[in-house]
């Protein structure tokens, strides 16, 4: 059983930036593909962005991508989300999930999952 915790999240004004945290208790973390989705209020969760277990692979959401930038350290069990030029439609529960596998943008590859963090995003 993995078990992730997602942390980072909170009130943030336009323009601004937050870093996402999160922390896997596997073991072997770097046989895990690792992805942080999104889910806005009353839509249904999307890909952010997600990661292959050694960082080689990385896969973006075409709207996101070039502002946010995922990334992983396997020595801390802690795949990161740097969320730059945050704009109000940005607000979503961040989750983050993991599969012992390659990296997809499917959230039903995905075995494990947090419990997601609230961003918000000020204008």
Known sequence: QVQLVESGGGLVQAGGSLRLSCASSGRTFTNYAVAWFL???????????AVSGIGITTIYSDSLKGRFTISRDNAKNTVYLEMNTLKPE?????????????????????DYW??????TVSS
Do not use: H, L, W
Not at 39 to 48: L, N, S, Y
Not at 90 to 110: E, I, K, M, P
Not at 114 to 119: L, N, P, R, S, W
């Open 39 to 49: 889910q806005a209020p009353g839509k249904e969760r999307e890909i952010v962005a």
């Open 90 to 110: 940005d607000t979503a529960v961040y989750f983050c999930a993991t599969r012992r596998s390659y990296a997809t943008r499917n959230q039903g590859d995905y």
């Open 114 to 119: 947090g419990q997601g963090t609230q961003v």
